[in-house]
């Protein structure tokens, strides 16, 4: 029986999209009529910036009841999910320095949206910002600890068959088995510009790109839904060639930041310096 993977990029928040994708996911595998062994993946990052991170969440959380018995599903856990949970925890010496005042602000990590999937309130102010202990505080008061536990339960890395998924990718300078969680979370450069084959080839996500990107050493699933652009599945063939790799697409409603990347970083710049007090 041949097989197929399902790779569901970064989600970002965006669960009406989720939704829409994990239907047409289902249908394109009912249409295999059980000539495939199928498996479905999310490659990490389901929270933040987004409008309804919570339902997210329970979606990845339930997405084996989204599927016939006979699919398998995997979720990984990104540099988001990893971010929240150690602030629940409240171990921010374990993130770099004002990491909770980054991972809350909406024009950083976007964690002020998830907090208001979860039913918090509150008036933004860009120039006023809350210490990190409250920001802190309000997680655990809002998050649940079962959400929690789940996000801290996942993976960082799945090798199956001809693939290596993770979330941002690997140190090319390192064996597959002697890759660290932060790298495998974190890593850009060099991996994305590395030419070279892999071991397997690194299904990923984490570094956005309007459409997503198909090489000859990677699948980057990561088609900038956080930024308005689409949320895709790469549905990669049991033995990996370029041309055979299809895509399932779905429009981000909420407008696209994407376009001037310019203005986007200097956005951020300025929203760095309020939090360090350059201002």
């Given at each position: 029986?041949?097989?197929?993977?399902?790779?569901?990029?970064?989600i970002h928040g965006r669960h009406e999209e989720l939704s829409t994708?994990?239907?047409?996911?289902?249908?394109?595998?009912?249409?295999?009529?059980?000539?495939?062994?199928c498996y479905v993946i999310q490659v990490g990052d389901i929270i933040?910036?987004?409008?309804?991170?919570?339902?997210?969440?329970?979606?990845?959380?339930?997405?084996?009841?989204?599927?016939?018995?006979?699919?398998?599903?995997?979720?990984?856990?990104?540099?988001?999910?990893?971010?929240?949970?150690?602030?629940?925890?409240?171990?921010?010496?374990?993130?770099?320095?004002?990491?909770?005042?980054?991972?809350?602000?909406?024009?950083?990590?976007?964690?002020?949206?998830?907090?208001?999937?979860?039913?918090?309130?509150?008036?933004?102010?860009?120039?006023?910002?809350?210490?990190?202990?409250?920001?802190?505080?309000?997680?655990?008061?809002?998050?649940?600890?079962?959400?929690?536990?789940?996000?801290?339960?996942?993976?960082?890395?799945?090798?199956?068959?001809?693939?290596f998924f993770c979330h941002a990718g690997i140190d090319p300078d390192?064996?597959?088995?002697?890759?660290?969680?932060?790298?495998?979370?974190?890593?850009?450069?060099?991996?994305?510009?590395?030419?070279?084959?892999?071991?397997?080839?690194?299904?990923?996500?984490?570094?956005?790109?309007?459409?997503?990107?198909?090489?000859?050493?990677?699948?980057?699933?990561?088609?900038?839904?956080?930024?308005?652009?689409?949320?895709?599945?790469?549905?990669?063939?049991?033995?990996?060639?370029?041309?055979?790799?299809?895509?399932?697409?779905?429009?981000?409603?909420?407008?696209?930041?994407?376009?001037?990347?310019?203005?986007?970083?200097?956005?951020?710049?300025?929203?760095?310096?309020?939090?360090?007090?350059?201002?």
């Amino acid at each position: 029986m041949k097989k197929l993977y399902y790779a569901i990029g970064d989600i970002h928040g965006r669960h009406e999209e989720l939704s829409t994708l994990l239907q047409s996911i289902k249908a394109d595998i009912e249409n295999l009529n059980d000539e495939h062994e199928c498996y479905v993946i999310q490659v990490g990052d389901i929270i933040d910036r987004g409008e309804n991170s919570k339902a997210c969440v329970e979606s990845i959380m339930n997405l084996n009841k989204q599927f016939p018995k006979n699919v398998k599903t995997h979720a990984l856990q990104g540099n988001h999910e990893e971010i929240l949970c150690k602030l629940w925890r409240k171990k921010p010496e374990e993130l770099k320095e004002k990491e909770a005042l980054y991972w809350y602000h909406p024009d950083i990590g976007g964690g002020l949206r998830t907090l208001e999937s979860y039913g918090f309130k509150t008036y933004f102010t860009p120039q006023c910002l809350p210490s990190e202990k409250w920001v802190m505080e309000q997680i655990q008061k809002y998050v649940p600890v079962e959400h929690i536990e789940y996000l801290e339960s996942l993976p960082v890395k799945l090798e199956l068959d001809p693939y290596f998924f993770c979330h941002a990718g690997i140190d090319p300078d390192k064996k597959l088995k002697q890759q660290d969680e932060q790298t495998l979370r974190w890593i850009r450069e060099p991996f994305l510009s590395h030419s070279k084959p892999f071991e397997k080839i690194i299904v990923h996500g984490h570094s956005p790109a309007p459409d997503g990107e198909i090489q000859h050493n990677r699948v980057n699933t990561d088609a900038a839904a956080a930024y308005g652009e689409k949320l895709k599945c790469f549905i990669l063939p049991e033995h990996y060639m370029m041309n055979d790799v299809r895509t399932l697409e779905v429009a981000i409603k909420a407008p696209s930041t994407w376009g001037d990347q310019k203005a986007f970083k200097e956005k951020i710049n300025k929203a760095k310096k309020v939090i360090h007090g350059d201002t």
